[in-house]
C-alpha cells in the first residue's frame, strides 16, 4: 500500500542533495540549500532519521537555518540523527493543513507551522494571530518566548504535538498587498476578494473589515492573481518577495495588523523515544536557529520596506485605530473562544484588546 509516507520516503528523498553547513554559516545568495538525502554513509549509520516539512521556499531563510540547525544536530550527535528538511512541504496535496494532520499522525516527525492553522487541531494557537495584539515581530518573540507561548505548549501536547521554549521562527508582521485600489482606511477593504490562510482568525477579521475572505494556499497565490480570483493578500513583506508577488499588484499597504511566525513542532511519540541527550541537543540547536533566522527575517523585511517605492509599488502607511475600532466584535468573540486564561496571558503583553 502507497502511503503519504511511503511516497516521502520512496520517491521523494532523493530530490534534493545540496550540503548543508553549520549553524551560523552564510549561504550564497539565492542558493538553495537541503539536507543530504537519505541513503547515503550518515543515514545508514544513523539510530534515528526524521522528516522536516516546512512551507517556504528552499531560498528562503527558514529553509536555510532549519539545514544548519539539523546538520549541527547530526554532528554533535555523531550522526545518530539524521534529518531530511523539504521545502514547501514537498509540494503534498493540502498542503499546511494536510502537513499537520501528517505531524499528528507520525507520518513526519517536524513541522513548522503558523499558529492561525495549528488551531485547525489546537484552537488556542490562533491567539498568535490575534489582530493588532502585537506591535512588532520582537513584540510577539518576547510573548512566544514567554508565558503565553508556553501555555500553547501545554495545549499542544494535549494533541500530542511537541513545541519548543525558543520554538517561533519568524515569518514577520502581515501586510496587504493588491491590483483593485489602495488599502488606507477600513472601508476601502469593502467588497475587496482578500486572499486569507485556511484560518478561521484571518476569515473573521477580514469579513468584520468589509472584505471577502477567499481560502488559497500560499503557492497558489499567484494563479489566483493571474486567474482574477482576488483583488489582494496579505503576507510578509519577504514572503511576497519570495513567491514574486510584487510583480503581480499595484498597492502595498503597511498595516501590521497580525504578527505571523512558523512554530517548531515535532510528533510527541518521536520526540518522547527519543533519549534525554539527543532532546537536549535538539532543543538547544532550535533555540540557536530561531534566533539567527529571526535577525535573518527582520533584516529581509526592513529592506523590502524601503525598496518597494523604487519598484513602481504605491505603499501608504497605515494607521491601525480605525481598524482596531471595527474589530471590537472579532476580539469578543474570540476573547470567549480562546478562553479566559488564554486572552489574560495575550493581554498581559498586548495591552486590553477591546
Same mark, same amino acid.
Given at each position: 500500500?502507497?502511503?503519504?509516507?511511503?511516497?516521502?520516503?520512496?520517491?521523494?528523498? =532523493?530530490?534534493?542533495?545540496?550540503?548543508?553547513?553549520?549553524?551560523?554559516?552564510?549561504?550564497?545568495?539565492?542558493?538553495?540549500?537541503?539536507?543530504?538525502? $537519505? =541513503? /547515503?554513509?550518515?543515514?545508514?549509520?544513523?539510530?534515528?532519521?526524521?522528516?522536516?516539512?516546512?512551507?517556504?521556499?528552499?531560498?528562503?531563510?527558514?529553509?536555510?537555518?532549519?539545514?544548519?540547525? @539539523?546538520?549541527?544536530?547530526?554532528?554533535?550527535?555523531?550522526?545518530?540523527?539524521?534529518?531530511?528538511?523539504?521545502?514547501?512541504?514537498?509540494?503534498?496535496? =493540502?498542503?499546511?493543513? !494536510?502537513?499537520?494532520?501528517?505531524?499528528?499522525?507520525?507520518?513526519?516527525?517536524?513541522?513548522?507551522?503558523?499558529?492561525?492553522?495549528?488551531? %485547525?487541531?489546537?484552537?488556542?494557537?490562533?491567539?498568535?494571530?490575534?489582530?493588532?495584539?502585537?506591535?512588532?515581530?520582537?513584540?510577539?518573540?518576547?510573548?512566544?518566548?514567554?508565558?503565553?507561548?508556553?501555555?500553547?505548549?501545554?495545549?499542544?501536547?494535549?494533541? /500530542?504535538?511537541? /513545541?519548543?521554549?525558543?520554538?517561533?521562527?519568524?515569518?514577520?508582521?502581515?501586510?496587504?498587498? /493588491?491590483?483593485?485600489?489602495?488599502?488606507?482606511?477600513?472601508?476601502?477593504?469593502?467588497?475587496?476578494?482578500?486572499?486569507?490562510?485556511?484560518?478561521?482568525?484571518?476569515?473573521?477579521?477580514?469579513?468584520?473589515?468589509?472584505?471577502?475572505?477567499?481560502?488559497? %494556499?500560499?503557492?497558489?497565490?499567484?494563479?489566483?492573481?493571474?486567474?482574477?480570483?482576488?483583488? !489582494?493578500?496579505?503576507?510578509? $513583506?519577504?514572503?511576497?518577495?519570495?513567491?514574486?508577488?510584487?510583480?503581480?499588484?499595484?498597492?502595498?499597504?503597511?498595516?501590521?495588523?497580525? @504578527?505571523?511566525?512558523? %512554530?517548531?513542532?515535532?510528533?510527541?511519540?518521536? @520526540?518522547?523515544? $527519543?533519549?534525554?541527550?539527543?532532546?537536549?541537543?535538539?532543543?538547544?540547536?532550535?533555540?540557536?536557529?530561531?534566533?539567527?533566522?529571526?535577525?535573518?527575517?527582520?533584516?529581509?523585511?526592513?529592506?523590502?520596506?524601503?525598496?518597494?517605492?523604487?519598484?513602481?509599488?504605491?505603499?501608504?502607511?497605515?494607521?491601525? !485605530?480605525?481598524?482596531?475600532?471595527?474589530?471590537? =466584535?472579532?476580539?469578543? !468573540?474570540?476573547?470567549?473562544?480562546?478562553?479566559?486564561?488564554? @486572552?489574560?496571558?495575550?493581554?498581559?503583553?498586548?495591552?486590553?484588546?477591546?
Amino acid at each position: 500500500m502507497v502511503t503519504r509516507r511511503t511516497f516521502i520516503t520512496g520517491t521523494a528523498l =532523493g530530490s534534493l542533495s545540496f550540503l548543508a553547513r553549520p549553524v551560523g554559516a552564510p549561504a550564497f545568495a539565492g542558493e538553495p540549500v537541503a539536507a543530504p538525502a $537519505l =541513503g /547515503g554513509r550518515q543515514a545508514g549509520r544513523a539510530a534515528y532519521t526524521f522528516t522536516q516539512f516546512h512551507n517556504q521556499p528552499a531560498t528562503s531563510s527558514l529553509h536555510r537555518r532549519l539545514v544548519e540547525m @539539523w546538520a549541527a544536530i547530526g554532528t554533535e550527535t555523531n550522526g545518530r540523527v539524521h534529518t531530511q528538511v523539504f521545502p514547501q512541504n514537498n509540494n503534498i496535496p =493540502g498542503s499546511d493543513p !494536510a502537513a499537520l494532520d501528517m505531524l499528528v499522525a507520525g507520518e513526519i516527525e517536524f513541522f513548522t507551522l503558523m499558529g492561525g492553522i495549528i488551531g %485547525n487541531v489546537v484552537p488556542v494557537a490562533e491567539v498568535q494571530s490575534i489582530p493588532f495584539a502585537f506591535r512588532s515581530a520582537a513584540h510577539a518573540h518576547r510573548a512566544m518566548d514567554g508565558p503565553l507561548g508556553a501555555y500553547l505548549r501545554e495545549e499542544m501536547a494535549a494533541k /500530542g504535538i511537541v /513545541g519548543f521554549p525558543v520554538g517561533a521562527f519568524d515569518n514577520g508582521m502581515r501586510q496587504i498587498a /493588491g491590483t483593485k485600489r489602495r488599502i488606507v482606511v477600513p472601508d476601502d477593504l469593502i467588497g475587496i476578494r482578500m486572499r486569507v490562510p485556511a484560518a478561521q482568525i484571518f476569515s473573521d477579521t477580514f469579513r468584520a473589515l468589509g472584505a471577502e475572505p477567499v481560502t488559497i %494556499n500560499s503557492a497558489d497565490i499567484l494563479d489566483a492573481v493571474r486567474a482574477d480570483r482576488i483583488d !489582494a493578500q496579505e503576507n510578509p $513583506l519577504a514572503l511576497m518577495d519570495f513567491f514574486g508577488i510584487y510583480d503581480l499588484v499595484k498597492y502595498v499597504s503597511l498595516s501590521n495588523h497580525m @504578527w505571523s511566525g512558523f %512554530n517548531m513542532l515535532a510528533n510527541q511519540s518521536a @520526540w518522547t523515544r $527519543l533519549p534525554d541527550d539527543i532532546r537536549t541537543v535538539i532543543e538547544r540547536n532550535v533555540t540557536t536557529s530561531v534566533r539567527l533566522q529571526r535577525a535573518d527575517q527582520n533584516a529581509t523585511n526592513m529592506r523590502l520596506r524601503a525598496e518597494l517605492p523604487g519598484r513602481g509599488l504605491i505603499v501608504d502607511e497605515i494607521d491601525p !485605530a480605525p481598524f482596531r475600532r471595527q474589530l471590537s =466584535g472579532v476580539y469578543a !468573540a474570540w476573547k470567549q473562544k480562546l478562553g479566559s486564561r488564554c @486572552w489574560s496571558l495575550l493581554e498581559a503583553e498586548s495591552g486590553v484588546l477591546a
